[in-house]
């Protein structure tokens, strides 16, 4: 059975001296892995299209559980990212991202397209806008994979009480003064980042990042993503992704 379908690449592992495993995420099939044969060494156009930040359209072969891959058409490739070590380094947390969030056989036309849209901006935003770029794609990403955080009530026991509330990622959003009593892992969440949060949440990447919003809140939504992520990702450790200048 062919499949014709537009994809990223997330990853390329050596698998041999000549051989590549290459991760994709598609608009058809979700994540997939395929054996690139020979790719490692050629020089020709397919093995230019199975790099990092490459989008392609794929032909793949499905034999059993296993895909092939028949033919590639490059569609457009990001490999300026790579120009500037920030933007690279941005990049690959996001196809990193994007990569611990997706399934074979699981579609999500809104995330291929977030992370489309992203790379775009991602090849010539300001430099100065990276980290307000990186906690705006985590927001979309978290609304696309069903963990929208819950910041009109109380979490717990609905209250509309919301004066110091903090924000619980067990518990997927903002507890009452009164709740946060007996959470074990709040955290401190500015009124202002709320607001910020369901900003994000309404419009496009490129109309949010013409807001000015200070690294101090950013500084703040950093902790409230990572460990919203996190807790979502089984404890994934985001020390590992070395953000720390973003
Ligand atoms: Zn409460």
Redesign the pocket.
């Known amino acids: 059975m062919y499949i014709k379908t537009e994809g990223i690449v997330l990853k390329t592992v050596k698998y041999s001296e000549k051989d590549l495993i290459i991760t994709v995420f598609t608009k058809k099939i979700g994540k997939i892995s395929f054996y690139g044969k020979g790719l490692r060494t050629s020089k020709n156009k397919t093995a230019s299209a199975v790099q990092l930040f490459s989008f392609n359209e794929f032909l793949l072969k499905k034999n059993g559980n296993n895909y092939t891959v028949s033919s590639i058409d490059p569609i457009k490739n990001y490999f300026d990212i790579s120009k500037d070590i920030d933007r690279f380094f941005i990049g690959t947390y996001i196809l990193k991202l994007i990569s611990l969030v997706t399934y074979e056989n699981q579609t999500n036309n809104r995330l291929f397209e977030l992370l489309l849209n992203t790379l775009d901006i991602l090849l010539d935003v300001d430099i100065k806008k990276l980290n307000f770029l990186i906690r705006a794609f985590e927001i979309q990403l978290m609304n696309y994979i069903g963990i929208k955080p819950n910041l009109n009530r109380?979490t717990?026991?609905n209250?509309k009480d919301l004066k110091n509330a903090k924000f619980s990622p067990s518990s997927g959003g903002v507890?009452?003064q009164?709740?946060v009593k007996t959470s074990f892992d709040s955290l401190n969440i500015d009124a202002s980042n709320i607001k910020l949060i369901e900003f994000i949440l309404k419009y496009r990447l490129e109309d949010i990042l013409k807001a000015k919003v200070s690294n101090i809140l950013l500084d703040e939504l950093k902790i409230i993503n990572t460990r919203h992520l996190a807790d979502h990702l089984d404890g994934y450790n985001f020390k590992d992704m070395n953000l720390n200048n973003f």
């Open positions: 109380c717990n026991c209250s507890l009452c009164k709740c």
